[in-house]
Structure formats: C-alpha cells, structure tokens
Nanobody, 123 residues
Framework: VQLQATGGGLAQAGGSLRLSCTAS????????IGWFRQAPGKDREFVAG????????SYSESVQGRFTISRNDAESVAYLQMNSLKPEDTAVYYC?????????????????WGRGTQVTVSS
C-alpha cells in the first residue's frame, strides 16, 4: 500500500501549485483523503479533506477560498489545487487515507500516509 504526494515546489506569493496524491495497493474509493501540512517547528495541521462516500469537502480556515481538494477514484488520485499562495503556506504537505471514515481534522483517524512534498512560497 502506498500513497505518494507529488507536485510541490517553489512558488511566488500569489502563485499556484497543484499537488497530487496517488494511491496504489488499496481500494481508493473506500478511503477518505486528507491533506495535512507541517511547517518547521510547528505541529502537523489539517488542510483539506474529502469523504470517500459522499465527496463532502472540508477546509481549514487558513486555506478556505484559496485551496480546492478533489478526487478521481477511477485513477486513484486526489488533488489539492493551491491558489493565491502565501509565504505562510510554506510547509511539507502530506496526503493521508482513512478507510470507510469521513475525512477528519484529527490526523490520528488516518491509517495510511504518503511521504510529503515540500511547498515553498517566497514573498
């Protein structure tokens, strides 16, 4: 089982990046997907989530209106479109899967985690 987050990089403030979370070895459609991030010296925090069964979406207040989460179950991939990036969005971003559970802000609800991808936003 593997989740892999890709698409990070360097962006200027106001710019955009799109992250992908690609899954293998699991029935992707049965997993809610959460995106989390961790900045240096800070705790990991919830960014966005999408449910496995009803595609209900949730965002943290800090990214609401700027980030968009989506999923394509046929291709076993989830996305995080990040627009209007700010320097405070700089972090390592992780995707995680929760089996038959709703997407939760609590990272303990997620069983599978991908290796993170670094996002750096310059001012």
């Amino acid at each position: 089982v593997q989740l892999q987050a890709t698409g990070g990089g360097l962006a200027q403030a106001g710019g955009s990046l799109r992250l992908s979370c690609t899954a293998s070895g699991l029935t992707f459609s049965k997993y809610s997907i959460g995106w989390f991030r961790q900045a240096p010296g800070k705790d990991r925090e919830f960014v966005a989530g999408i449910n496995w069964n009803d595609n209900r979406i949730s965002y943290s207040e800090s990214v609401q209106g700027r980030f968009t989460i989506s999923r394509n179950d046929a291709e076993s991939v989830a996305y995080l479109q990040m627009n209007s990036l700010k320097p405070e969005d700089t972090a390592v971003y992780y995707c995680a899967g929760a089996y038959l559970l709703k997407a939760d802000t609590d990272d303990r609800m997620y069983y599978y985690w991908g290796r993170g991808t670094q996002v750096t936003v310059s001012s």
